[in-house]
Nanobody, 116 residues
Framework: QVQLVESGGGLVLAGGSLRLSCAAS????????MSWYRQAPGHEREFVAR???????AYAHSLPGRFTISGDNNKDSVYLQMNSLGPEDTAVYYC??????????WGQGTQVTVSS
C-alpha cells in the first residue's frame, strides 16, 4: 500500500499563490504516476495535474500556465505550485498515486480557500 499526506493548503487572497505538497510512503518504488485532483463545493471532483515517475507532466486544459506540478522521486513527493489564484480555485485538493499494478491511492485532501 501507499500512504499519502497532503500539506500546504490554507487561506489566500485572490491573486496570491500557494504550494501544495504530497508525501508518499509505503510501496513508493512501484508508483507510476502521482496526480492532483480538486473538488469544489457543489461540484464533482476534477483532474488538475499529473506527473509520471519519468518526469513527464500533464495538466487539465482549463488550467494552462497557472499551476505547475513537480516532484522529487528521491523524496517520493509531488508538489503543486498554484499562482494567480481566484475564488474559483477554492476546493479541497487531493493527491493520488497510481501504482504499476493498477491500484490507486488517495490522500485525505487539503483545503484551499481563496478570498476575494
Amino acid at each position: 500500500q501507499v500512504q499519502l499526506v497532503e500539506s500546504g493548503g490554507g487561506l489566500v487572497l485572490a491573486g496570491g499563490s500557494l504550494r501544495l505538497s504530497c508525501a508518499a510512503s509505503g510501496r513508493t518504488d512501484t508508483v507510476y504516476t502521482m496526480s492532483w485532483y480538486r473538488q469544489a463545493p457543489g461540484h464533482e471532483r476534477e483532474f488538475v495535474a499529473r506527473r509520471w515517475s519519468s518526469g513527464t507532466t500533464a495538466y487539465a486544459h482549463s488550467l494552462p500556465g497557472r499551476f505547475t506540478i513537480s516532484g522529487d522521486n528521491n523524496k517520493d513527493s509531488v508538489y503543486l505550485q498554484m499562482n494567480s489564484l481566484g475564488p474559483e480555485d477554492t476546493a479541497v485538493y487531493y493527491c493520488t498515486a497510481n501504482l504499476r499494478d493498477g491500484s490507486e491511492y488517495w490522500g485525505q485532501g487539503t483545503q484551499v480557500t481563496v478570498s476575494s
